[in-house]
């Protein structure tokens, strides 16, 4: 059942989890603090910890503050700073607690192995960017609408910790917009569109984006977003109250080759003798929807209404002559291809938050194509490390199978984020909605350059910093 934040009865729940997990903290630019804590000054790092959830003003905000504050910015427009919130790896809780072994039978395997062990086929462990490789303790996100405030924080945290912790990598993070004022990722395409909503107003608002009548309850909608709690919150194992939760956080830095991207798809426009408007399909069967968002399910061309947020389609599973298989967002969200799963819903257990920034400097108008430098900071947060990032990174994008959907032949892999050998086979209706196919093969724009499983404890876990073990 979506969550209704005004219900006060909801209040003890919302106060207890940090924001940005329900809900998108909204600001334009992160500093992404890896931050790691000096041998024999636990005492020192404990009480900041503490002190970042301490009075009024404390810079890590509740679900339930963030929603506070998101009101009055909605109605007053008044401006409430810098949101922060933060995460520990396995390596941060060993630290805090001066144990190896702290986190064995506390979280799930995959977390406690951490992603320097995933069969991910990423790239070489030192290729990474430093700091930026799973060793770090924590995680702080702080985020603003105004980046010489965002500096200021960054300052003020890396004076309040010198001494008992230090700053091991700075990853900032600045969203791009097209000139709708939808945000993209650096090939061009409306990124953030189909996410789970856990709230009533976010349904409401799902009804009136996608043109369904306001008495429609979810389960009729063609693809229904409305999601529970538990897809992304656990038990936080460190807080004693039953219902002080958390929820691992995957966070991957991935360098997007803009200029190898778009000259790709500027030749397999070409190889399949699209032209004229229609040359735009081809990036749109890699990606599964148009640069300004509309889905190629839905539409042989884009700049339908509401295209940034149209989400209520589904895919016909005996069908890729409109959206391919191998397509970015047909990969990463089955919808109805899933096989052995006649209910429909069964897909959405795989869904994460997705919580992802672009990072790096672009002209204004992002005429420019870099080869580097330039990226996205992929962070989603969800329940299960192990049955929701990992299925869809390594199962589905990195698998040239069409594993556990309809039909199950091969179809090559995500041509955005699979990571492996890039056989041609994914298959693109030359006319659109018509099954003959060609299959020319894609290269790979995007690399990874570092990353960590994180979780982002309780509220009741960082006013106490003591384990229960
Ligand atoms: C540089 C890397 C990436 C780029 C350029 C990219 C781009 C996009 C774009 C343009 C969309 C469509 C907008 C939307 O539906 O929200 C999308 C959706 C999505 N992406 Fe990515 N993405 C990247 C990385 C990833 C990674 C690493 C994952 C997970 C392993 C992922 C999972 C998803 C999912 C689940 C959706 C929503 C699909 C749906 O529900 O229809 N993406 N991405």
């Known amino acids: 059942m979506a969550i209704n934040q005004f219900d006060l009865r909801n209040k003890e ?14 600001r334009h630019h992160t500093a992404n603090l890896f931050i790691s804590g000096i041998d024999g000054r636990q005492a020192e790092v404990k009480a900041w910890l503490q002190s970042l959830v301490e009075g009024e003003d404390a810079p ?20 409430s700073g810098t949101f922060a919130c933060i995460h520990i790896s396995k390596s941060g809780y060993a630290y805090l607690f001066e144990r190896a072994d702290v986190c064995a039978n506390k979280f799930e395997p995959t977390y406690v192995n951490g992603i320097k062990e995933a069969d991910l086929n990423d790239p070489e462990f030192e290729t990474w960017d430093a700091g930026m490789n799973d060793s770090a303790h924590f995680l702080l996100i702080l985020a603003d609408a105004k980046p010489e405030r965002l500096t200021r924080q960054m300052t003020d945290v890396q004076n309040a910790i010198g001494g008992f912790a230090e700053v091991v990598a700075v990853q900032t993070g600045d969203a791009i917009f097209n000139k709708e004022g939808a945000g993209l990722e650096h090939f061009g395409y ?23 009548s306001p008495t429609t309850p979810p389960e009729d909608f063609i693809f229904n977003p409305a999601a529970e709690i538990d897809l992304v919150l656990l038990k936080d194992p460190f807080a004693e109250s039953e219902n002080a939760m958390g929820s691992f956080l995957v966070f991957r830095k991935l360098e997007q080759n803009v200029k190898g991207f778009k000259k790709a798809e500027e030749d397999l426009a070409k190889k399949l003798g699209l032209t004229g408007d229609d040359a735009e399909r081809a990036g749109a069967m890699l990606v599964g929807r148009f640069e300004d968002g509309t889905p190629v399910e839905l539409s042989a061309e884009a700049g339908l209404i509401n295209s940034a947020v149209l989400n209520n389609f589904d895919y016909d599973f005996k069908d890729e002559s409109k959206c391919p298989y191998h397509a970015h967002i047909r990969k990463t969200n089955p919808r109805s291809d899933l096989v052995n799963s006649p ?23 992002l005429s420019d194509r870099p080869t580097k ?97």
Not at 190 to 212: A, K, M, T
Request: glycine share 10%; hydrophobic share 35%; proline share 5%.
């Open 60 to 79: 890590i905000r509740s679900c339930y503050a963030q929603l506070r504050s998101n009101a009055l910015w909605k109605d007053k427009k008044i401006d």
């Open 13 to 26: 729940l919302l106060s207890g989890i940090q924001g940005n997990i329900l809900k998108p903290h909204g």
């Open 373 to 469: 430098d330039v990226g996205l900071l992929f962070m989603s947060y969800q329940k299960s490390i192990a049955h929701q990032f990992e299925v869809i990174q390594q199962r589905w994008a990195n698998n040239e199978d069409f594993i556990n959907r309809k039909p199950s032949n091969k179809v090559g892999l995500d041509l955005v984020i699979g990571q492996g050998e890039r056989k041609p086979l994914g298959a693109y209706a030359q006319v659109w909605g018509q099954p003959d196919t060609k299959q020319p093969g894609f290269e790979q724009f995007v690399t990874m350059k570092g990353g960590g499983y994180f979780f982002a404890p309780s509220i009741e876990f960082l006013k106490n910093v003591n384990p229960i073990i």
């Open 190 to 212: 409306v990124d953030g569109i189909s996410q789970p909503l856990f709230f009533e107003d976010e349904i409401d608002g799902y009804r009136i984006q996608n043109n369904i």
């Open 343 to 365: 209910i429909k819903e069964d897909a959405k257990k795989f869904i994460m938050a997705r919580r992802g920034i672009t990072y790096g400097k672009r002209e204004a108008d």
